[in-house]
Nanobody, 122 residues
Framework: VQLQASGGGLVQAGGSLRLSCAAS????????LGWFRQGPGKEREFVAS????????NYADSVKGRFTISRDYAKSTVYLQMNSLEPEDTAVYYC????????????????WGQGTLVTVSS
């Protein structure tokens, strides 16, 4: 398994969750990493991305100021800290890997994890 996402669950509105995505050493070292989500009846959408060196970070407007993406080089893991969660954040969250750290397009991401479900209750 090259990308393994975890950390989803049920949380009340206003709460927090931290998602983790463990990557293989090859993927972690050579690719930018990102998070996408797909809500019920919706298309998969970009959430956040971080470059290989961690210096370039990009967020969707809908999560700016609430979500934080980070990389742990010792653990080959990327995290998504989600605060002030809203019911609209309910979705399956996927981690993915791409060459371009600024890309927000699904098709630019070559590797995908299996997804982890986040449910935010009102």
């Amino acid at each position: 398994v090259q990308l393994q996402a975890s950390g989803g669950g049920l949380v009340q509105a206003g709460g927090s969750l931290r998602l983790s995505c463990a990557a293989s050493a090859r993927i972690f070292s050579n690719y930018a990493l990102g998070w996408f989500r797909q809500g019920p009846g919706k298309e998969r959408e970009f959430v956040a991305s971080i470059s290989r060196d961690g210096r370039r970070i990009n967020y969707a407007d809908s999560v700016k100021g609430r979500f934080t993406i980070s990389r742990d080089y010792a653990k080959s893991t990327v995290y998504l800290q989600m605060n002030s969660l809203e019911p609209e954040d309910t979705a399956v969250y996927y981690c993915a890997a791409a060459m371009d750290p600024w890309s927000t397009r699904v098709n630019d991401y070559a590797y995908w994890g299996q997804g982890t479900l986040v449910t935010v209750s009102s």
